[in-house]
Structure formats: C-alpha cells, structure tokens
C-alpha cells in the first residue's frame, strides 16, 4: 500500500468516480433502450389498430377496405411492413414485404419484448403480433394482425446513444477527476503549511507552530507546541546536569594535580596524565550530551573551513605546509556552527601533525549529504590500521590521554545523521572522509 496520502485519496477519487459513472452509465441505458421500446411498441400497436379497423367480413370472405398510410409501406424493403391473416388462410400485406411472408409459426422470441422474424432482403425483423376476433353476423372470426420493423433501426438509436453517452460521461469524469484533484490539493495544503512551520523550528528561525488552521489539525498543532515546550524544558535541564558535571569535576580534579606536586616526578607525571585523560574524557562525553538539543541551523562550509584553516595557518607555516581548498561559497550544511567546527577542527588538526606538505580540503553534494574530504602526504596508516578503525568504529587509540579529537567528531556527526570514514589519500597519507547533512 502506498504511503502518500495524496494518492491514496486520489485512487480513492478514481475508484468512487469510476464506479458511480458506471452505475450511472447502466441506468441511462437501460431507461434509454426501454423508452424506445416503448415507443416502437406504441407505434406498432397503433399500426395494428388502423389494421383492425380496417378489416371487414362480407358474405364470410375477409377484405380490407383501407390500408395504413404510410408511404414507407408501398417501398419495397423499406423497413416497415405490416401483415393481415384471416382464419380461412387469406392473408393482406404491405406492399413493403413483395412476396415474403411473416409466418406466425417460424417468429421466435426477439429483443426489447418484440418477438423476431426475417424481412425481405434476409434483414432481421422486430415483429409486434395480435390475435383478436371480430364480431360478424356469421359469428366471430379470428385474425391475426403482425406489424413489424427492421431491428437494425432501433439498434442504431440505441448505439448513436450509447456513443454520446460515452462522451458525456468521458468528459464529466474528466470534470469530475479535476475537481477532485484540487479538493485534495486544498484539504492538504494545511499539511503543508504544517510542515512549512516545522521546518522553522527545525531551522532554529522559530520556537513554535504559528497560524491559524483547520479545526481537524488544530489538536495536533496544540500537541506539538506542547512537545516542543516540553523539549525545551529537557534541553535546560540537560544543559543545567552538564554544567553541573563540568564544575562538579573541576574542583577534584584540580585537587588531584596540587596532591600530585608532592609526589616524585614518575608519580607526578602519571598522575597528570590520568587527568588529562579524565578532563577529555569528560569534555567528549559533555559534547555528546549537548548534541541535538542545539537548534539546528545553517552553516556556510566555506566560511568556516577558512576559518579553521587560519586558526592552523600558524602550525603549518611554520613547518611549510601549504593548504589546498576546493569548497565553492554557496555549499551550506544542515549544522549547527560549533558542532560542525568541533567535527572539521579535530579532523583538520590531525592532518596538521602529520602532513608532509600540504593538506587538501575538499566538498562535493552527494544527494542529501556533503562530503567533505580532508587529505594529507604524511606517513598515513596501514591497511590492517585502517581495518581496525572501522571496526572500533572510529575510535583511534586512546592511550597517554589523547586521539579522543576524531572519535568526537564520529560522535557529533552521527548525531547528525552523518559519518566519518577512514582510507589511503592520493597524496601518500591519510584520507577522512566526513559525511554532512546538506542545507536542504
């Protein structure tokens, strides 16, 4: 089953249009077919009356003292014929028949209530009969009148109908079609102004769903203002606990390094380092918290790259590595400034310590992503290193207290939805591959 709404209710139009015209369709036709019936009926029991009132006895010999005056009857096979039989085998016909008898006996049953029979040029017929008895001084005699029609008349009013029809109910189903299109564009353009005022919030350019809507969606929009406040108020209580492990580790920490100056310099030292591994530890663990209760917003990867970039310039320079960056102006990321600095900065500040020469930064759109290449000529990493990477899920060494800055980055961008992958640089060294949602 499809999961569009708008098709759903579209193939819900078609269905109900469709059927309805078909219904329709079926009674127009059958009321149609039965009126002409009707009226052929009418006009061959009128025929049959004139014949009736035309037929007397004389001396117990039948004669026909005045014929139908329809011209149609005096042209051979012109399609409408009429037939007088007598009980003593005497038998009167139009001159439209010539010589070809309307036997009662070989008439069968026909369509639309006419029983059928075959007229002169070998045509089917639509045959009306009626037997009735006249009254006579010799007593009542018996006659059969027969009044009948070529069946290909009342067949073609009915197809010529049948083809209007179709082009009627053709174009009112087109009709129809179109404004059930714009119904179901009216009834969900709400949705979308809906999603419209979500994607502000997403964006960080608001703090609610604004604007008046439907009754049916204003209890959904009252409810999401509700989650919304409620996301605020955790937001604030998350920053309140990090804050509050920041400071609340500050304190021990600082009396765990002034403990250490009275211990010898091997103690001391070791001492230190833990530290500092607690401290960044902390630090990474602190970042994970406050991801994904910033507002999200928009960052130019251009801008900030060259930003970094002269924040290491003084690094680099001095060992005479240059930087080669290809990011054109208008690429933006769906991030949050700090965050996507945090991800770019620990990646670009481990291509500053090994790079032989120069570092190369680079971006291309990849659907609904970026991916952004950081590139070195230094020393690289194995085959087998690289491997290990992957599986510890980008999680390098973390020893003596440091290689936690890539690991924060794999964190902060899967907290966006993104990634960072590992492999072998063109230029001789390491290749980081970071994958960044893109400003939509």
Known sequence: MTQSLRLRLLVGAVLAIAFILLLVGSGLSRIFSNYVADRYRADMSAIIDQLAASVEFRNGKARMTDEPGDPRFELPGSGLYWEVVADNGLVFRSRSLWDVALSVDTLKDGAYGFRQGEGPDGAPLLVQLREVELETSEGNRPLTLLAAFDRKVIDDAISE?????????????VVLLAAAFLQIGIG????????????????????????????????LVSELNELLKERETAIERARARASDLAHGLKTPLTVLLQMADNLPER?????????????????????????????????????????????????????????????????????????????????????????????SVSARQDGAFLQVDVEDDGPGVGNDDLAAISRRGVHLAEDEGTGLGLAISSDVLAAYGGGIGFSRSELGGLKVRLTVPAHR
Do not use: C, F
């Open 267 to 359: 103690e001391r030292q070791l001492i230190r380092q833990q530290v500092d591994l607690i401290r960044q530890r902390s630090d990474r663990q602190l970042q994970s918290a406050r991801l994904g209760v910033e507002q999200m917003a928009q960052t130019g990867l251009a801008s900030l790259t060259g930003k970094l970039v002269s924040v290491l310039s003084p690094v680099t320079s001095a060992r005479n590595v240059h930087w080669a960056i290809e990011i054109d102006d208008d690429v933006m990321a769906d991030m949050d400034p700090a965050d996507l600095a945090e991800a770019l900065g620990n990646v670009l500040d481990n291509a500053t310590r090994y790079a032989s020469s120069v570092i």
């Open 188 to 219: 969900l353009a709400p949705l979308s102004r809906l999603q419209s005022a979500v994607a502000l919030i997403r964006s960080g350019r608001s703090d609610q769903v604004t604007g008046e809507g439907p009754t049916e969606l204003r209890p």
């Open 161 to 173: 109908y049948h083809g209007a029809m179709a082009i009627m109910l053709v174009l009112t189903a």
